[in-house]
């Protein structure tokens, strides 16, 4: 790569960079920030000549979001490093993501240089301004390094001013009672007393929005107790999702429903540190490497996901006070969470 004269990139800047070292005065081997020994790399291997600041500086996989749709949002780099995005673009302390004017903001989540987001909910189509900065302390020669960049995206209104509505599981699916008897979720109505979950630091709100950007490093305080079905719908899906799990289980939901996931379950830094983390995603948003978690916390390795093109019915329940409830398909029984309005 391209160097100026009197660039400098630093060891000390690279272990912080790199997430090993709170600090750019304490030094990181080239071996240690590649995390392997006997591998030839350098320091331009983690190096950046630039932050992408024209159309494509920060890229968006849908540009016109529905109201409470979550799209993934990417930062951009030229002349990039063989070891840049998998050492230094992944962590997250190196981004700062948020909104350049108060109007449309919505919320960010894995805000490393690929985001989150999930859109708010909207009276009417509203232009957003996402912003993205870059600072890592290594790549400080880089162009436009520490400068906000932007990119709009317009929400649409959906007309429910929310992140849509209705079903949710296939009739059929199965819902924990308070006295630890199984529900068809079809059968279940209101005032009904269903087995809840709690997780203390669970944001207390329905819309995916409001929690989305939630996670936990573990689930030590997760506990059980009832909570109250106050709604219940049904009605029919045309698109939907089949979750096959790693005992050929299967379960029919639509892609708004959120459940409780491990994420880079058993991904370690070279320094020790765990990289993995709980969070609930939607359906939509579930990637080959995430862990359903069940009601007991254990975990359990998701197959096949299968978009499906044919019409069924769905319901959905919400529950309160606490949101979290227990779904079983097969033998499984898993941490599902309000789906909203």
């Known amino acids: 790569m391209a160097r100026s004269s009197g660039d400098t990139l630093g060891l000390g800047e690279l272990g912080y960079a790199t997430g090993h070292n709170a600090n750019v005065s304490t030094t990181t081997s080239l071996n240690q920030a590649n995390g392997s020994a006997g591998t030839t790399v350098s320091l331009d291997d983690f190096a950046i000549d630039e932050i992408d ?58 805000a490393d240089y690929s985001a989150a987001w999930t859109a708010p909910a909207v009276g009417s189509n509203t232009t957003a301004t996402l912003r993205g900065e870059f600072n890592d302390f290594f790549n400080a020669h880089a162009t436009n390094y520490g400068t906000a960049i932007t990119k709009q995206v317009v929400i649409q209104d959906d007309g429910s001013g929310t992140g849509g509505g209705g079903g949710c599981f296939a009739v059929g699916t199965e819902i924990l009672m308070n006295d630890n008897t199984w529900k068809r979720v079809e059968t279940i109505q209101i005032n009904d007393v269903v087995k809840n979950v709690s997780i203390p630091s669970l944001p207390d709100a329905d819309e995916y929005s409001e929690f989305a950007t939630w996670q936990g490093k573990n689930l030590n305080n997760m506990s059980t107790g009832s909570s109250v079905v106050v709604a219940t719908s049904i009605d029919y899906y045309y698109d939907h999702y089949k979750i096959t799990d790693s005992n050929n289980d299967t379960i029919l939901v639509t892609s708004e429903h959120p459940f409780l996931i491990k994420r880079d379950d058993g991904v370690v830094d070279v320094d020790g540190t765990d990289r993995s983390y709980y969070r609930f995603v939607r359906v939509k948003e579930l990637v080959a490497t995430d862990k359903l978690v069940k009601s007991d916390g254990t975990l359990l390795t998701i197959h096949s996901l299968e978009v499906i093109n044919s019409e069924d019915q769905f319901c959905n329940i919400n529950i309160e006070e606490m949101d979290c409830y227990i779904v079983r398909w097969g033998t499984n029984a898993f941490v599902a969470h309000n789906k909203g309005a």
Do not use: C, Y
């Open 53 to 110: 600041n024209d159309e494509v500086g920060i890229t968006v996989e849908d540009a016109t979001p529905t109201e409470g749709e979550t799209i993934w949002v990417n930062m951009n780099f030229v002349i990039v490093g063989s070891k840049f995005l998998s050492k230094i673009g992944n962590q997250t302390r190196n981004f700062t993501w948020d909104h350049a004017d108060a109007s449309g903001n919505g919320t960010f989540a894995s």
